[in-house]
């Protein structure tokens, strides 16, 4: 069973970088495209961006100048990296898991870890 | 505003049929983009409903089922069951935005 669990730290302070890794069991990291998504309190969600196995990434454009997600297949493990944070990032992040074989498909999620940012 | 729009809320008593509806445009939905649906109880994260905007992930009950038709798509759940109040967000492709947009989410409540 693929599981998939967010860590790093629960309060960051306006400007500074969040870094969060996802530790992931049960599955090859050449399975799937590895994703960020995240969800603001009480609002909906949004994708941050993926890596896949070979390294590639992609993000959503607005956020792309201060995102970055790195693999390391050697742990298991794949990590985001958000500059300048603003309180406007404060959210849930949530690592999970894109089907290669269905564009888009999400399929498994970690629980989510909240991010707050505050001045 | 979400660039795929859903209804904020939608409500049914035990037994019925409700529908959800997510509307997009020639960017997305329209584009045969493929459109997903997932269902979030409160502290948890989504869970898979609806992939290719008609198969079910295997455990998901056949009450649940989806559509797409030009520009939008919708998700119908009959026998409405109390466990089935949740949120629920569809999700598409993007070719303007260049990103993966989700709907802002539809609150139903089984009455």
């Known amino acids: 069973q693929v599981q998939l669990q967010e860590s790093g730290p629960g309060l960051e302070k306006s400007s500074e970088t969040l870094s969060l890794t996802c530790t992931v069991s049960?599955?090859?990291?050449?399975?799937?495209?590895w994703n960020w998504i995240r969800q603001p309190p009480g609002k909906g969600l949004e994708w941050i961006g993926y890596?896949?196995?070979?390294?590639?990434?992609n993000f959503k454009p607005s956020l792309k100048s201060r995102a970055t997600i790195t693999l390391d297949p050697s742990k298991n493990q794949f990590s985001l990296r958000l500059t300048s944070m603003t309180a406007a990032d404060t959210a849930v992040y949530y690592c999970?898991?894109?089907?290669?074989?269905?564009?888009?498909?999400?399929?498994?999620w970690g629980q989510g870890t909240l991010v707050t940012v505050s001045s | 505003q979400s660039v795929l729009t859903q209804p904020p809320s939608v409500s049914g008593a035990p037994g019925q049929r409700v529908t959800i509806s997510c509307t997009g445009s020639?960017?997305?939905?329209?584009?045969?983009?493929?459109v997903h649906w997932y269902k979030q109880l409160p502290g948890t994260p989504p869970k898979l409903l609806i992939y290719?905007?008609?198969n079910r992930p295997s455990g998901v009950p056949d009450r649940f089922s989806g559509s797409k038709s030009g520009t939008s798509a919708s998700l119908a759940i009959t026998g409405l069951q109390p466990e089935d109040e949740a949120d629920y967000y569809c999700?598409?492709?993007?070719?303007?935005?260049?990103?993966?947009?989700f709907g802002g989410g539809t609150k139903l409540t089984v009455l």
């Open positions: 999970a898991t894109e089907a290669i074989a269905v564009a888009g498909m999400v399929e498994y």
């Open positions: 049960g599955a090859s990291m050449s399975s799937f495209y």
């Open positions: 890596i896949n196995y070979s390294g590639s990434s």
């Open positions: 020639s960017s997305n939905i329209g584009a045969a983009y493929d």
């Open positions: 290719g905007n008609r």
């Open positions: 999700q598409s492709y993007d070719s303007s935005l260049r990103s993966w947009v």
